[in-house]
């Protein structure tokens, strides 16, 4: 059982910035795509971002220009770099990877990101 733990949230105000990440114990972590998605209160869960294998990014129009993703194989880690963030990027974010319209493992708990002045 793959277990995803994500951390680096937290409350911050408008225009600041985090970086999340998330460990993950995949064996063969490096093959997968890994993305991260958010749910807000009252929303379903969205993709944000994704990374491949080989290092292609996809970014959701809303975070374009602002969110980076990236991941570290070595450390079986993904991270996402979040700037300017805005009290609509509020939410808590979570990781994993993709896999046709869902994702491949279980859902860790998240992290929770508060954007408010």
């Known amino acids: 059982q793959v277990q995803l733990v994500e951390s680096g949230g937290g409350l911050v105000q408008p225009g600041g910035s985090l970086r999340l990440s998330c460990a993950a114990s995949?064996?063969?972590?490096?093959?997968?795509?890994m993305g991260w998605y958010r749910q807000a209160p009252g929303k379903q869960r969205e993709l944000v971002a994704s990374i491949t294998s080989g290092g292609n990014t996809y970014h959701a129009d809303s975070v374009k220009g602002r969110f980076t993703i990236s991941r570290d194989n070595a450390k079986n880690t993904v991270y996402l770099r979040m700037n300017s963030l805005k009290p609509e990027d509020t939410a808590v974010y979570y990781c994993?990877?993709?896999?046709?319209?869902?994702?491949?493992?279980?859902w860790g708990r998240g992290t929770q990101v508060t954007v408010s002045s």
């Open positions: 994993n990877a993709p896999m046709g319209p869902g994702a491949r493992w279980s």
């Open positions: 995949a064996s063969g972590f490096s093959i997968y795509a």
